[in-house]
Nanobody, 121 residues
Framework: QVQLVESGGGLVQPEGSLRLSCAASGSIFSINTMGWYRQAPGKERELVASITSGGRINYAASVKGRFAISRDNAKNTVYLRMSSLSPEDTAVYYC???????????????WGKGTLVTVSS
């Protein structure tokens, strides 16, 4: 079994900052890409940011320069530092990780349950 547990969501004022964390646990041999998606009310889920095991990073254009993704491979944890938040960033943020559970296993995508970020005054 593999679990991804997010934390750090909540209510923040416009122009504020927030940091999300996501820890993977369970039967893990290696983790490839980790990242974050978000889904706003009435919209499709969209990629926010991703980071490979080698540190290559990709951001959605809408968050570039405001959000920063990082990971701690020793802790199987990925972070998302969000700054200059606006109401348009309000969404449920989902963590994901592409994980290999053991030698001979195929890689699979695992998802967290999501954490709500609300940007409002």
């Amino acid at each position: 079994q593999v679990q991804l547990v997010e934390s750090g969501g909540g209510l923040v004022q416009p122009e504020g900052s927030l940091r999300l964390s996501c820890a993977a646990s369970g039967s893990i041999f290696s983790i490839n890409t980790m990242g974050w998606y978000r889904q706003a009310p009435g919209k499709e889920r969209e990629l926010v940011a991703s980071i490979t095991s080698g540190g290559r990073i990709n951001y959605a254009a809408s968050v570039k320069g405001r959000f920063a993704i990082s990971r701690d491979n020793a802790k199987n944890t990925v972070y998302l530092r969000m700054s200059s938040l606006s109401p348009e960033d309000t969404a449920v943020y989902y963590c994901y990780a592409n994980i290999v559970r053991g030698p001979g296993y195929y890689d699979m995508d695992y998802w967290g349950k999501g954490t709500l970020v609300t940007v409002s005054s």
